[in-house]
């Protein structure tokens, strides 16, 4: 049984990713095909369009643009973070029926499904007929049910060869090199430095990810340890570390994240005290509750200060690799480009053809003979939003380090191929 006849509307949401557009285009194309959709309408910057009745007509584009659209990275429908509230989504139905919208497809990553969720409640509630799939994104790859998110591998590859090419820098000009990696709750993009590691005494050599207990003063030694042994040190760093880790969180408890603490005081006093706790210091926070992270390169010049003036070592240098993880056009892996459109396209088929009222498109691996081969199903929306997924525990050797064995057989093919640094041959010389 096919779904009712009507308009839809498509937004995006979160942060955006190199490929979330394709998932979009994917929508738009199969949108197209299906008789029940009589317009499909973007809402510009997401919620925010809804509630300001900004949309763009769809079917009409050219399918040049949309080509163009579907290999350019970031939200070309403008993004939002945004949770609404039960009188805004009040507003957006009046908009919803009065456009006769009976499809919403949102793209976006847990708080996405969040909010597709209490817009779906609300249909519920209002007993309007509206069929309302959320299309998965996250670089941070934290979504729960779905093997792995769109955007995640593109984001890996960015980050993996980053590291390839500073590995090399900190080899020609050896000392300690600092890189902050984004990832809010899960480790999942901080890993992805480990696909760097072609030789041996490659780094990363060091990896610190949100899920483990961040220790400043094992951090001093892990440095001097790595720095004595190799003459250098390449470090990974999760923008979300914090001091208990996300494993040892009880319920309810929220992490206390070493940027807070690291941001929070000016004049730093070495060695006595590393780090004084502005426990009044305002956090900033989105309206879904999430901290703010990604806006500052203080955690990892803090960082490097303190290395540099504790251990005496004259080479440390710091850096946030930041936004470009997201949206960097040259490191889209064509696996996650591939599955993003898919994504996109399997979303309105099960809106439309399957008549699937709510929930979100997951997907599950199922490799056969050592092949990588996936296949994507609906879960409930509520089975998604809000909470997230971490870096699997089995994967984290009793030393705290990745098993890299585990971690390259889910990673690998996500990436996709990487540069090879080269290396002369000793024995000739």
Not at 16 to 22: E, F, G, Q, W
Not at 235 to 260: T, V
Request: a neutral charge; aromatic letters at 10%; one cysteine or more.
């Amino acid at each position: 049984m096919a779904g009712p006849k009507g308009n839809a509307v498509i937004g995006q949401s979160g942060g955006p990713t190199a490929v979330i557009n394709r998932s979009f285009i994917g929508a738009i194309i199969e949108a197209r095909k299906h008789e029940e959709i009589l317009e499909l309408y973007g809402a510009r910057h997401g919620i925010q369009g809804m509630l300001n009745d900004e949309y763009v007509p769809l079917f009409a584009q050219p399918n040049f643009v949309l080509q163009q659209i579907s290999t350019t990275p970031a939200a070309a429908l403008g993004s939002v973070r945004h949770k609404p509230a039960k009188e805004e989504c009040s507003k957006i139905f009046k908009n919803f029926k009065k456009m006769n919208v009976r499809y919403f497809f949102y793209i976006g990553g847990n708080d996405s499904a969040e909010t597709a969720y209490i817009i779906n409640s609300f249909a519920a509630d209002e007993g309007y007929d509206l069929r309302v799939v959320h299309i998965p994104k996250t670089i941070d790859n934290d979504l729960l049910v779905t093997d792995h998110c769109p955007g995640y591998g593109s984001a890996a590859k960015y980050v993996a060869s980053a590291f390839i090419g500073d590995n090399e820098d900190n080899r020609a000009l050896k000392g300690v090199k600092i890189n902050i990696v984004m990832g809010r709750n899960a480790g999942f993009l901080t890993a992805a430095s480990t696909l760097a590691r072609q030789y041996p005494k490659d780094g990363p050599h060091l990896v610190y990810m949100p899920e483990m207990a961040f220790d400043i003063d094992r951090f001093l030694k892990d440095i001097e340890k790595t720095f004595n042994e190799h003459g250098r040190a390449l470090i990974a760093i999760s923008e979300g570390i914090s001091r208990q880790g996300i494993y040892k969180l009880k319920a309810g408890e929220k992490p206390d994240y070493i940027s807070k603490w690291l941001d929070s005081f000016v004049n730093i006093n070495l060695p006595k005290k590393y780090m004084p706790v502005d426990e009044n210091k305002a956090v900033e926070v989105d309206s879904h509750g999430n901290v703010n992270l990604s806006g500052s390169s203080m955690m990892g010049e803090i960082l490097a200060f303190i290395v540099k003036n504790t251990l005496n070592i004259k080479r440390v240098r710091a850096d946030t690799l930041g936004y470009p993880q997201r949206s960097f056009p040259l490191a889209i892996s064509e696996i996650d480009a591939s599955e993003a459109y898919k994504v996109g396209v399997d979303a309105v088929i099960a809106a439309v053809q399957k008549n699937f009222d709510e929930g979100s498109v997951a997907i599950k691996r199922t490799d056969e003979d050592g092949i990588y081969k996936i296949h994507t199903l609906i879960t409930p929306l509520q089975s998604v939003q809000r909470r997230t997924k971490t870096f699997p525990e089995d994967w984290i050797v009793e030393d705290g380090t990745i098993d890299e064995r585990k971690f390259r057989e889910y990673a690998v093919p996500l990436v996709g191929e990487l540069p090879m640094a080269g290396r002369f041959i000793k024995a000739i010389f």
